[in-house]
């Protein structure tokens, strides 16, 4: 079936969705994007990610070509239009056609385009057993050349990380900083789990302030289970009781085995399991698609 694509407002069909090859988007991957699920017909962390999405832009001096509040309606709209109920929805603003040149003052308008389709997630026994990841050389980018906070269409830092994980045989990495401070994986936040605490890094180590991470943090408190923001290297990393991986795609995954440790048991750990199924219970409050607004 062919989906609809909302480019700059307008619906095309996946075919006809085309930008300009002048679009600085794609000769420097100057532009933001956000990744946002939505589950049984309700848009999950609508607000959240459209904030982050804007707050992306801010930071890179790029205008959206419309306001957050009619963001947030063009992304409800482009899930409806495309009758899904259980959808991945990729929202894309990019710096607009230009010239050659880097500067973003010869590219007069902005675009956007959101696609919304059908979800894309792990191989489902990775949640049953758990996933083994390998840490990589490739460092994160440090927060003072491109803060990790900006969800940037310049994502080479991770595409590099994910190509040595692929190549060790890993479909996730684990990058670290520059002094080896663990940090996150390519395309997800970590969590480790020790004597019953949940333990992630600090989104001032160079992390993204990922939204799944910040639900997991907020059901952990509600579940009664500690948890703490720290800074950690490979050594507590492997000699942790549980761990997981947390985003808006790949949800909560268990985590059993790093650069060829076993992690606790080797199996998927209770703690981890027990957030997991808290998590599955709020993704069911999400904004509705089909009970409001036109369309
Ligand atoms: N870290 C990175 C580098 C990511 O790209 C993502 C996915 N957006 C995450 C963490 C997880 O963030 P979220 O829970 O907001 O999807």
């Known amino acids: 079936m062919d989906i ?11 075919k006809e969705a085309k930008i300009s090859i002048f679009d600085h988007g794609l000769l420097y991957g100057d532009g933001v994007f956000e990744g946002i699920r939505s589950y049984r017909g309700r848009i999950f962390c609508l607000d959240e990610h459209v904030k982050r999405l804007y707050s992306s832009a ?59 389709d059908k979800i894309e997630l792990y191989p489902s026994e990775i949640y049953e057993r758990g996933l083994e990841l390998v840490t990589v050389s490739t460092r994160r980018n440090p927060t003072f050349s491109l803060d990790p906070q900006v969800k940037s269409l310049n994502y080479l830092n991770n595409i590099l990380a994910k190509i040595q994980g692929k190549k060790a045989g890993c479909i996730e990495a684990i990058m670290l900083n520059q002094e080896g401070w663990v940090l996150e994986c390519t395309g997800d936040n970590i969590f480790i789990v020790e004597n019953g605490t949940l333990v992630t890094p600090p989104t001032f180590v160079g992390v993204l302030d990922g939204i ?39 949800e909560i995954v268990p985590v059993v085995k790093i650069d060829d440790r076993e992690i606790g048991s080797g199996k998927p750990g209770e703690i981890t399991e027990r957030i997991k199924k808290e998590f599955q219970k709020v993704t069911r409050k999400g904004t509705p698609v089909y009970e409001t607004g036109k369309g």
Request: proline fraction near 5%; include cysteine; charged fraction near 25%.
């Open 58 to 116: 801010h930071f890179i001096m790029l205008k959206p070509p419309l306001s957050l509040e009619e963001m947030k309606k063009e992304i409800i709209l482009t899930v409806r239009k495309n009758q899904l109920q259980d959808a991945y929805i990729r929202v894309v603003v990019t710096r607009g056609e230009g010239d050659l040149g880097l500067d973003p003052e010869k590219c007069p308008r902005a675009s956007y385009f959101i696609i919304a």
């Open 4 to 14: 609809w694509i909302n480019l700059n407002g307008k619906f095309v069909k996946k």
């Open 212 to 250: 799944t991470r910040d639900v997991v943090m907020k059901l952990a408190k509600q579940l009664g289970i500690p948890c703490s923001e720290e800074v950690f290297s490979c050594y507590r990393l492997y000699n942790a009781d549980e761990c997981f991986l947390t985003g808006t795609a790949a």
